[in-house]
């Protein structure tokens, strides 16, 4: 894995992360549920922006790459409606 692919990767998602606040909410905007769903995806964007950092800096991202699995998960029981 170089290093100038995961600046690409990174670049990508705070592109993604800027795009997705532009957005305009919808009508059910206000429901809790949908407030929960943004604030996962958000955490779910940042929490791999932050392993993209590591990767570049050839640190060990296995903390971040766990944090990461749970956050997919949480979001996932979340969006089906268990949470």
């Keep these: ?3 100038a692919r995961f600046e ?3 670049q990508r998602l705070r592109e993604r992360r800027t795009v997705t606040r532009l957005e305009e909410a919808p009508a059910e905007a206000d429901s809790s549920r949908f407030r929960k769903i943004r604030r996962k995806q958000q ?3 940042n929490l791999e922006m ?3 950092s590591k990767q570049i800096q050839h640190q060990d991202e296995q903390k971040t790459k766990a944090l990461i699995d749970q956050e ?3 979001y996932q029981r ?3 409606g268990e949470g």
């Design 50 to 52: 932050a392993r993209c």
């Design 72 to 74: 997919k998960s949480r």
């Design 8 to 10: 690409e990767r990174l």
């Design 78 to 80: 979340i969006c089906r």
């Design 1 to 3: 894995m170089d290093k």
């Design 43 to 45: 955490r779910l964007l």
